[in-house]
């Protein structure tokens, strides 16, 4: 800023020019934002989280969620139980600006596991193909010790089934389960053509 000062003092006169450097100590940026849903993809019923991300302002920020996530944090969490893209907006304000962003989701249908009746049951070779690995319950061991358990669960029920049938036949026969696998090997040998 510039300035001209003139002193008079009867017929005499003088006159000076002076200056001064104005600087603005609170300097605003300009605000923006932008948003994210985490994960992108997901399932019915899993937990959607919808971040905020600003910049700039003129420090502090206030959030508003509107749309399908609605709340006033920075982060702010939902689940939908139906399928399709799911959109959330966030506004921003930072001591009078504010800034707008708009992020989405894709909610898939592999979350539910269907009940089958007689009327919607699916055509062969279809039935396998809605069941998903990650609707199994977390029971807090690893897929590798998951499936080693289940091999091993299910030699150990065909063993028990096994024994149930034999210890049925052998009573129906009227001998013992020992005499009973003994004649089944020798009918097996027989029918090879091979004698004991």
Same mark, same amino acid.
């Given at each position: 800023?510039?300035?001209?000062v #003139?002193i008079?003092s009867?017929?005499? $006169?003088?006159?000076r020019?002076c200056s001064?450097?104005?600087? %603005?100590?609170?300097?605003?940026?300009? /605000?923006s934002? @932008?948003?994210?849903?985490?994960? $992108?993809?997901?399932?019915i019923?899993q937990?959607? *989280?919808?971040?905020a991300?600003?910049?700039?302002?003129? !420090?502090?920020?206030s @959030?508003?969620?509107?749309g399908?996530?609605?709340?006033?944090?920075?982060s702010?969490y939902n689940?939908? %139980?139906?399928t399709g893209?799911? @959109?959330? !907006?966030?506004?921003?304000?930072s001591? =009078?600006?504010t800034? !707008?962003a708009t992020?989405?989701?894709?909610?898939?249908?592999? =979350?539910?596991?269907s009940?089958?009746?007689? *009327?919607?049951?699916?055509?062969?070779?279809?039935?396998?193909s809605?069941?998903?690995l990650s609707?199994i319950?977390?029971t =807090?061991?690893g897929d590798s010790?998951?499936m080693t358990l289940?091999v091993l669960?299910?030699? /150990?029920?065909s063993?028990?089934?096994?024994?149930?049938?034999?210890k049925k036949? $052998?009573a129906?026969?009227g *001998? %013992?389960?020992?005499?009973?696998?003994e004649?089944?090997k020798?009918?097996?040998l027989a029918?090879?053509g091979v #004698?004991?």
């Amino acid at each position: 800023k510039n300035a001209t000062v #003139t002193i008079r003092s009867g017929n005499e $006169s003088i006159t000076r020019n002076c200056s001064v450097n104005i600087q %603005n100590q609170n300097v605003q940026s300009n /605000l923006s934002v @932008y948003c994210v849903a985490n994960p $992108s993809n997901s399932n019915i019923n899993q937990s959607i *989280t919808w971040t905020a991300y600003a910049t700039g302002g003129n !420090s502090g920020y206030s @959030y508003s969620w509107y749309g399908d996530a609605t709340g006033s944090g920075q982060s702010v969490y939902n689940s939908y %139980n139906t399928t399709g893209t799911k @959109y959330a !907006s966030v506004q921003v304000n930072s001591n =009078g600006q504010t800034a !707008s962003a708009t992020c989405n989701t894709n909610i898939n249908g592999n =979350g539910n596991v269907s009940l089958y009746t007689n *009327t919607n049951y699916p055509g062969p070779g279809t039935l396998a193909s809605g069941v998903f690995l990650s609707q199994i319950p977390y029971t =807090g061991i690893g897929d590798s010790l998951k499936m080693t358990l289940f091999v091993l669960g299910m030699i /150990l029920w065909s063993a028990f089934m096994a024994w149930i049938i034999m210890k049925k036949r $052998s009573a129906k026969m009227g *001998t %013992n389960q020992a005499d009973l696998i003994e004649n089944f090997k020798r009918a097996n040998l027989a029918r090879k053509g091979v #004698t004991a």
